[in-house]
């Protein structure tokens, strides 16, 4: 079985200041890694993920991620954050040999303050 | 962009209806979810379908939920006898093949309120 956790539930910041979304799993299997976006009144889309290969991933509108085996952790960063970015973040494990089922966390709620 | 649609985006029902959720999944897409979200819970899983069966179900999808995709458009969640706790967000997906390299792509959610 898996699990997620994030830390922080909410996470208020100002336009332009960086921002880090803390994400730790825990798995008996190697897993890939997500990071899903919720904007208000949306579903949720994917951000970036982790399959293999270079463990920094990175997604077109300026967030990263990485991938820390040891810590088990895949935290989300962007170095200046924008009005437009706020929403609802998931980080999401699922086992690399049966690819269906996403475990989610908790959700870390954004809010980008002008 | 194709986008998953779901419908009603709100419902309202009483105890004990039964209630059907619908999804149009993107029309090239072969894997179907349900997902849901109680209100201050994490999103989990339900259950997914693939080839006009289920392929892998959680423990939440007991004997009062069922899917089934009648036509070749939708896919649909049927609760047959609703209870107070499963007010939830539900969120359909679909995704066109098995490997994650295809995205799993959400609708926006049906919000299920069970009175």
């Known amino acids: 079985a898996q699990s997620v956790t994030q830390l922080d539930s909410q996470v208020p910041v100002f336009e332009e200041a960086p921002v880090e979304l803390r994400c730790n799993y825990s798995?008996?299997?190697?897993?890939?890694l997500f990071w899903y976006v919720q904007y208000p009144n949306q579903g949720l889309q994917l951000l970036l993920k982790?399959?293999?290969?270079?463990?920094l991933v990175e997604s077109i509108n300026g967030f990263e991620a990485e991938f820390n085996k040891s810590q088990t952790s895949f935290h989300l960063r962007k170095p200046s954050v924008h009005i437009s970015d706020t929403a609802e973040y998931f980080c999401?494990?699922?086992?690399?040999?049966?690819?269906?089922?996403?475990?989610f966390g908790g959700g870390t709620r954004v809010l980008v303050k002008p | 962009e194709p986008e998953v649609t779901q419908t009603p985006s709100h419902q309202v029902t009483q105890m004990g209806q039964e209630v059907i959720l619908r999804c149009v999944p993107i029309s090239n897409h072969l894997y179907f979810y349900w997902y849901r979200q109680i209100l201050g819970q994490k999103v989990e899983f339900l259950v997914s379908?693939?080839?006009?069966?289920?392929?892998?179900k959680s423990e939440i999808f007991d004997d009062q939920f069922s899917v089934e995709r009648p036509d070749g458009s939708n896919f649909t969640l049927k609760i047959r006898s609703t209870k107070l706790e499963d007010s939830a967000m539900y969120f359909c997906?679909?995704?066109?093949?098995?490997?994650?390299?295809?995205?799993?792509?959400f609708g926006n959610g049906t919000r299920l309120t069970v009175t």
């Open positions: 798995s008996s299997v190697s897993v890939y």
């Open positions: 999401a494990v699922s086992p690399k040999a049966a690819g269906n089922k996403l475990t």
């Open positions: 379908f693939y080839n006009n069966e289920i392929s892998e």
């Open positions: 997906a679909s995704r066109g093949d098995r490997g994650f390299n295809s995205p799993l792509h």
């Open positions: 982790y399959l293999s290969g270079s463990t």
